[in-house]
């Protein structure tokens, strides 16, 4: 069965500082993975996505993710934070070929001046 | 820009009440499904379509029933609204039968059962 691991429920970091958002998965064919944002009272918006190709995946507001097969892995990174980062995050995966998708339990993003 | 709409951001109903959470989207998208949200629990799948009429139970299906009589619309049932039933409601949907397509979300609806 496939699941999604978002280790970190909180994440705290200063304006301007990395960061770094961890996703682990577990699927039993090639998976199709997602990164969403949640921001206050809203719904969940795409911020990028793996299917195949290029490893290395950029996605709106500067966020890229890298998916790494033998880490099971698909970590989500931007260079620099923004108060406007603040969020919810979310890693989805779906197995291939079908469009459940499985979500973390997310992380919680605070940004600090 | 695909638009997906839910009927109440929120709500309120009582113990036992039948309550309906309506969910429109206005892409054409085969698939629409209908999530919970808790704390710590991120987002669980009540039920799902692939078609008019189709349906299919997700995780927790229980307590929960679904309609989908046109292909835009996908309504949430709760036959008997029960206090752990509340909750943040997501609806979504997404084209195609492939896993590589996003889902698109609505803004939520926030039940709350007393």
């Known amino acids: 069965a496939q699941s999604v691991t978002q280790l970190g429920s909180h994440v705290s970091v200063s304006e301007g500082a990395l960061v770094l958002l961890r996703c682990n998965y577990s699927s039993s064919v090639p998976p199709y993975l997602f990164w969403y944002v949640q921001y206050p009272n809203q719904g969940l918006q795409l911020l990028l996505k793996y299917t195949t190709g290029a490893t290395l995946v950029k996605g709106i507001n500067g966020f890229e993710a890298e998916f790494k097969k033998s880490e099971t892995s698909f970590h989500l990174t931007k260079p620099s934070a923004h108060m406007s980062d603040a969020a919810e995050y979310f890693c989805a995966v779906t197995p291939g070929g079908y469009n459940k998708l499985i979500f973390g339990a997310g992380t919680r993003l605070a940004v600090h001046p | 820009d695909v638009k997906v709409t839910q009927s109440s951001r929120y709500l309120v109903k009582r113990t036992g009440e039948k309550v309906f959470l309506e969910c429109v989207q206005d892409m054409d998208h085969e698939n629409m499904f209908w999530y919970r949200q808790d704390p710590g629990l991120g987002l669980r799948l009540i039920y799902f379509s692939y078609d008019v009429k189709m349906k299919e139970k997700g995780d927790i299906p229980e307590g929960y029933s679904v309609s989908r009589e046109k292909k835009e619309r996908f309504s949430l049932i709760l036959e008997s609204a029960s206090t752990n039933q509340t909750s943040m409601y997501l609806c979504?949907?997404?084209?195609?039968?492939?896993?590589?397509?996003?889902?698109?979300f609505g803004p939520g609806t926030r039940l709350t059962v007393t």
């Open positions: 979504a949907s997404s084209p195609g039968l492939a896993g590589a397509y996003e889902q698109y």
